[in-house]
């Protein structure tokens, strides 16, 4: 891979910058520098931004609407993005449920559902761990039992993302209970009104509540909300979470968070000496950025390889792993960077209480986002299960 950008990508690079600078609205880059809570309103407010411009669905080929760029073009405005303290773009519905419909829904379903994504009419939710169900997700308990046309669907989905705010979420269901878990999933599309769906919030150690418990009594969906095949679910799953692992690497996230290690560790004194000359701390963020500068690179190798039609393997579960090493790393030295600087907590530096944000400021969020990403080895699969992907996967382990 030749590593050199060319005129061109450089010319994308500062067409980038320069929608940043003139479009991205000042307070939000400024809430997601100070790692305050974004208001839905907020993150629809992005949303309809980057869909003026063209430049929301990003990884879409351009018949469904998309801006069908190419993996540097991503990565570029990914890096830019993150530096300039852009929303994170939320994924649900555009790089997760997207691709699936893309690929295995029907026309129907595309040329309804995906146009209702990009004008943010729908906010999708994800359903699919369940409270005996996380990284072994193929023991599932809920149940979608067809009546006519349609499913009764019945259980509880837990840890869902931003739920509070979603009106659609695509679940794994089970409709067959007689044959291997793998083959009796079904994925379905449902309206969050309906009756007999109850969302609870879950409080973080962070105190924000941005995931949820999704409770199914008696829902009613349409069968026509069914993507693909009955009891082909797992195979649609398993497209979705390669994307969902591999967006979870988050480099330019990353590459954000070490350049602002960098600058409170530059003010920070240890030893009467800034704490960036400290032969052991500067070892430490050394590290962190070639590691980055590593996985940055098989992102890019990873994503062309998506761009040319073929789904991510077990490179998405490298990815997942070494990308939120990398991004607790950071937020480790964040931590340690900040020091008493970091102790205002949720209500202090989260909620925007001008009294209590420290010098740097920068400082402020450190330890809740700390304590909020260790969730990130977790989800979306855990990285132990992504280890054993990668051993049986790639290195010849037991079946």
């Known amino acids: 891979m030749d590593l050199s950008y060319t005129d061109e990508e450089r010319a994308f690079r500062e067409e980038v910058r320069q929608f940043l600078t003139e479009k991205l609205p000042s307070e939000l880059s400024e809430k997601v520098r100070r790692g305050q809570e974004l208001s839905k309103d907020d993150h629809e407010r992005w949303h309809a931004i980057l869909n003026d411009q063209g430049w929301l669905a990003t990884n879409w080929p351009k018949e469904f609407?998309?801006?069908?760029?190419n993996a540097v073009q991503r990565h570029i405005f990914e890096e830019e993005a993150a530096a300039h303290h852009a929303p994170r773009i939320v994924p649900f519905g555009l790089s997760m449920l997207a691709p699936v419909l893309?690929?295995?829904?029907?026309?129907?379903?595309?040329?309804?559902?995906?146009?209702?994504?990009?004008?943010?009419?729908?906010?999708?939710?994800?359903?699919?761990?369940?409270?005996?169900?996380?990284s072994d997700l193929a023991s599932l308990k809920t149940t979608a039992v067809k009546?006519?046309?349609?499913?009764?669907?019945?259980?509880?989905?837990?840890?869902?993302?931003?739920?509070?705010?979603?009106?659609?979420i695509f679940c794994l269901v089970r409709t067959d209970k007689d044959v291997k878990e793998q083959e009796g999933i079904s994925f379905l599309l449902i309206d969050m009104e309906t009756p007999g769906i109850t969302v609870r919030p879950i409080i973080l150690l962070d105190?924000?509540?941005?995931?949820?418990?999704?409770?199914?009594?008696?829902?009613?969906?349409?069968?026509?909300?069914?993507?693909?095949e009955?009891?082909?679910?797992?195979?649609?799953?398993?497209?979705?979470?390669?994307?969902?692992?591999?967006?979870?690497?988050?480099?330019g996230f990353s590459q954000a968070g070490l350049s602002a290690v960098k600058r409170i560790a530059k003010s920070e004194m240890a030893g009467g000496r800034p704490l960036i000359e400290n032969p052991h701390f500067a070892a430490r963020v050394a590290q962190a950025e070639i590691d980055l500068m590593a996985m940055a690179t098989t992102n890019l190798r990873i994503i062309s390889k998506a761009a040319a039609g073929q789904a991510p393997g077990v490179e998405s579960s490298m990815l997942k792993v070494k990308g939120t090493i990398i991004r607790q790393e950071i937020n480790d030295l964040a931590r340690r960077a900040a020091g008493v600087?970091?102790?205002?907590?949720?209500?202090?530096?989260?909620?925007?209480?001008?009294?209590?944000?420290?010098?740097?400021?920068?400082?402020?969020?450190?330890?809740?986002?700390?304590?909020?990403?260790r969730k990130l080895s977790i989800f979306g699969g855990s990285n132990e299960i992504q280890r054993q992907i990668i051993a049986k996967t790639t290195l010849g382990g037991a079946k």
């Open 341 to 373: 600087y970091a102790m205002p907590f949720a209500s202090e530096a989260v909620a925007g209480s001008n009294d209590a944000l420290p010098d740097p400021n920068e400082a402020g969020p450190v330890a809740a986002q700390y304590f909020n990403n």
């Open 65 to 69: 609407g998309g801006a069908a760029w």
């Open 230 to 251: 009955e009891n082909k679910g797992w195979t649609y799953a398993k497209y979705l979470l390669t994307h969902e692992r591999t967006n979870i690497a988050g480099v």
């Open 147 to 168: 009546d006519g046309d349609h499913y009764i669907v019945n259980g509880q989905k837990t840890w869902t993302t931003l739920g509070q705010h979603a009106n659609m």
């Open 207 to 228: 105190g924000g509540a941005e995931v949820n418990e999704v409770f199914f009594d008696n829902v009613k969906v349409p069968a026509e909300n069914l993507v693909g």
């Open 102 to 134: 893309q690929k295995f829904g029907s026309k129907e379903q595309q040329d309804y559902w995906l146009p209702r994504i990009l004008s943010g009419e729908d906010w999708w939710c994800q359903g699919y761990s369940e409270p005996g169900a996380g």
